[in-house]
């Protein structure tokens, strides 16, 4: 990027300007009588303290006569709250009998935007100045010039225009953003009859399911001009950016329409007003009020749609939901099975792949991915096929990669010792075994002992086929599950570890939800007590609870009861099964990792076969080929 160039000598006065500052600070400000910490704490125990002042993070000494003469030393403290805490009872003392006369503990003072002005100012100045100079052979002038202008990205940023071709396996989505395509296309057609077309129109899905590239297929279709922003590009330190960036924003469709501005992450800018947290909040309000008078003030006939994407549509303000605004929404969803096949279709046009692969298999086997993951499974595989110098991709390539993906890379350079194997391999057999003994539980697609990611081994299942409906008993086997790994380490090593903390959190957190969430439980009956949702985002912090402490305790309790009967169960089946559980250790032990297929074969006491290199698609394949286009 050329535009970076120039930014180095403001960087180089940025620094230089930071060095004299803390230098002449030093010089002026700081005390000359500076003593090491040891030293402090023998003053206040030999009682020479008269009175002293914390403040930041140093601490400044008013000395006793017979010691220093009326004295004044400072010392700066690592943790000021520590030194609070070491001396309190010592201090609480001294102040009682009269030796210490008084102290301060200044609070540490918050940041605020505000004392960042003057410094700001000063440096703002010379810069400008500097730049003037210096700059004066460039064309394009003062950058700080744009500073209320919205950083949008003109156009299609990569120069490739995107059609709904591009966009696979939304054909619902498609379907309704066409009327916007007409529109755009030919105005004079909707406003002769006075039709209405929706002002704004909000995409809402997960990430990675493709409302970026709805939005620019939208403008790739009807050969208008695209600008998008991101929602955190209006939100800056500085008061009023947002807001002149917003009416800039608008102002630039205007001229250039027809046109779609895109605003993506939307809800960085538009959560409901009255709910930030700590400073800044009046900012966010400042700009989502000019995005609402901006949305009211163009008329239809401009040629302008808005079109902006979330995944929390439940914190947007109220507002921006409102007619006129971004009435219409569109729900992006993670694709169906057939939906997966197409969208790789069109991430596989670029690249070669032997005449293996079955797309349908990696469709089946990939249920809950989103468009974004399965072009990044694409691309995994094309790395790894490139890496050994093959012109093709390959099923072991995709397998690979759907491996990387789920857990991460591997890594095999990790040293572990055979104690640290061992524990692992106990900790996992205990959750495939679990998983296998419970009827509703998804079969188990592969066990490995090899630390990929964050984690030290992992169990895959099968995961259901893009259904999201839990029933109870599916819910409460999961749990079960889950905890298989916790119990197999206290049954089998007589001691646990960390090892099962996020296995609890996630059997936790199943619990509350059915218990709190869902209505599963017979005491609190078919309640929901859960606003939903994150706590700590947007207006829920503030809300108050909805229901008493007592619910609150049964809440807990029945969380409690719940996890302990599924530990119980988890706890018999490894005891039901601690011969197979041992020998599928020794397995993983000698191997470090068993397909499904062998797992099963070791559980129904048949010989194990050797894996094939395209474990994790096997079982898909076979179902692919029986029921070929059954779906
Ligand atoms: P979002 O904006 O919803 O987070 P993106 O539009 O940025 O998702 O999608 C990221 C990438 O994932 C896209 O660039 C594209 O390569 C791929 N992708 C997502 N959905 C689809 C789809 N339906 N068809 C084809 N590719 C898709
Ligand atoms: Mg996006
Ligand atoms: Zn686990």
Redesign the pocket.
Known sequence: MKNRNRFIPLIIYLVLLVVIFSWANNLFGGDQNQIPYSQVTELFRQEQVRKFVVKDQAITLYLRAPYNGETTVTTSLADPEIFRLEMNDLLQAQKESGVLESYHFVPEKSYSPYDLILPLLVVGLVLLFAWTMLMNRANSGNPLNNFGKARTVLGVPDGKKVTFD?????DEEKEELQEVVDFLKNPEKFTEIGARIPHGIL?V??????????ARAVAGEAGVQFLSISGSDFVEMYVGVGASRVRDLFEQAKKIAPAIIFI?EIDAVGRKRGSGLGGGHDEKEQTLNQMLVEMDGFSRTEGVIVLA?T?RPDILDPALLRPGRFDRQIQ?GR?DVK?RE??LK??ARDKKLDASVSLKTVARSTAGF???D??NLLNEAAITAARENRPVLTMEDLNEALMKITAGPAKKSRVQTRKDLKETAIHEAGHAIAMYCLPTHDPVRHISIIPRGQSLGATWYLPQDDSANLTRNQMYEQIVALLGGRVAEALFLGDISVGASNDIDRATKLARDMVARYGMCEKLGTVSYLDGGEVFIGRDYQTTKSYSEKVAGTIDDEVKALIDKAYDHCRQILTDNAEKLHQVVQFLLDKESMTGEQFEEMMKGEEVTEASATALFDRFQESAESTDDSE
């Open positions: 591009d966009v696979a396996g939304a995409l899905g997960p990430p990675g399911t493709g409302k970026t590239l709805l993506d994407a995944n992006v694709p939906g197409e969208i069109v991430h989103t468009g974004a399965l072009s």
